[in-house]
């Protein structure tokens, strides 16, 4: 076995070469080059021919375009932390047969990006004021953890726990401690575990100590508080869903707990399958939240790519819209679908932009302020 072959995992040439791709793409190679076509296109990429009042968030740009990069074409698209709404977002011009093959990656990394940047979103909307870190690389195959943690920056969350994809993204990962830790230490050693975690890590480590492995969630949190003292940074409830019974209930009891013996500084930190409904009922009895599978489970955006200009003249397959297009953002935060031939008469900014001219990237990718404009974009369209 070649040291390739020893996880399922298609290679950074293949996806560059164009051999990540569906089988009828190079077959329809074959067939134009035998027939000696290879027209002039302009394709766009899409969810929804027309604004339907469901917004999505945009991600997965910055890899979408540097699998464009190189090749003959121009492109234009939304920026990333941009909602979109029916229309493109990203439009492609060039001969066909220069990017033809390159579909079924670009749409893999716009869709599944897209689908976990939302679902991140509607986390980050339902608890503005919260912590939020990103749980959720232990859900998917770990070639694609950076994916799902910089799709959750973009919708705005605080941090993830990924070690490997902070290398990529160059941020610092953040995390807890594991209930394996405790178990190691023993029923009835949590003191001792606290302890040594407290003694073995960096100052620059906040002390979250876990507090439900083998006892009572109210027992564990004042005795890691007692232990800890005024090291004690955070508590950690991440309490099985078939021992939780109510757990906005439990989190009023701890945070009670904590105030009447004197522990007002320990904020709580719950975890363990939370979504968006469950952050909106403890936001208040909390401090932080860790998010997994409500990102991680999210479906992809469904975008397809369609060629809608065919030498300059229009056209569509049935169902799609033709013609080169425009998608539009008016100050009351409306969006809207337009003929770019018409962009000078348009009401409203124009969200398609130069991506890549001349096989060039024209664009830089900075998470941060991707982050900021979906934080504006999701107040302006009221996500």
Known sequence: ???????????????????????????????????????????????????????????????AAHLLEGLPIDADAMEEGRLFDGGPVCTIEGRYLDFARHETSLLGFLSHASGMATNALEARVAAPNSHLVSFGARHVHPSIAAVVERSALIAGLDGFSHVAAGEILGKEPSGTMPHALLICFGSGEQEEAWHAF???????????????????????????ANALGDSLDSVRIDTTGSRRGDFRH??????????????????????????????????????????????????PIDFALDIVEIEGEPVAKRGK?????????????????????????????PLLQPLIRDGEIVREFDVDSAARRARDDASLVSF
């Open 321 to 349: 819209l033709s013609g080169k297009k425009q998608a539009y953002r008016t100050a009351e935060g409306e969006h809207h679908v337009g003929l770019a031939r018409h962009d000078a008469d348009a009401d409203g900014e």
């Open 250 to 299: 439990i989190l009023r009891e701890l945070r009670w707990e904590l105030d009447s013996h004197g522990f007002e500084g320990v904020d709580i930190f719950a975890s363990g399958g939370l979504g968006s409904d469950e952050l909106r009922e403890l936001r208040d009895v909390a401090d932080g939240f860790g998010v997994g599978s409500h990102i991680t489970s999210a479906e």
């Open 1 to 63: 076995m070649r040291v390739s072959d020893r996880f399922d995992v298609v290679s950074e040439d293949a996806i560059r070469d164009g051999t990540a791709t569906d089988a009828y793409f190079l077959r329809t190679e074959t067939t134009l080059e035998a027939a000696g076509k290879n027209p002039h296109v302009v394709a766009e990429v899409t969810a929804d021919q027309f604004p339907t009042g469901e917004f999505e968030l945009l991600a997965g740009l910055k890899d």
């Open 198 to 224: 407290d003694d073995a890590v960096g100052d620059d480590v906040p002390r979250i100590a876990l507090c439900d492995t083998f006892s009572d969630e109210k027992d564990e949190v004042l005795r890691a």
